[in-house]
């Protein structure tokens, strides 16, 4: 249809929205390990995991929503939310919509296309040499 191919220039654009929305969310829970901000009803305990997952989630959403390293700090956060799922989610339940997983496996899956599609429009990577 004219209409869709017609869309898929703007495919750079969309790949940067993606990413800086999906990076902005995970900045969220790192800065709620870290910091309890947003503020949650159960605070994390900054534990050696917990820790790591917070700095993890908190600097590396950021590299992502300025789309700088996308592709190796992306796979590095794919890899940690596999860790999580597998970790904190699969144990209490099989299904990912029963062991609150799904968003794990979203943000997995999105960081594992980011390796591969890279970082799109609005990334400081765009000005970096390769």
Do not use: W
Request: hydrophobic residues 55%.
């Amino acid at each position: 249809m004219k209409l869709f191919e017609s869309l898929a220039k703007y495919q750079p654009q969309a790949l940067g929205v993606l990413r800086i929305m999906t990076a902005l969310q995970f900045i969220e829970h790192g800065s709620q390990k870290l910091f309890n901000f947003p503020i949650s009803e159960q605070p994390h305990t900054l534990t050696g995991l917990t820790l790591a997952a917070g700095i993890l989630e908190f600097a590396g959403g950021i590299l992502l929503a300025l789309g700088l390293f996308t592709r190796p700090v992306a796979f590095l956060l794919a890899g940690e939310m596999a860790i999580a799922y597998f970790m904190a989610h699969m144990p209490r339940d099989f299904f990912p919509v029963n062991n609150g997983g799904d968003l794990a496996i979203s943000f997995c899956f999105i960081f594992l296309y980011l390796v591969f599609a890279g970082a799109g429009a609005f990334a400081l990577d765009n000005g970096r040499s390769a």
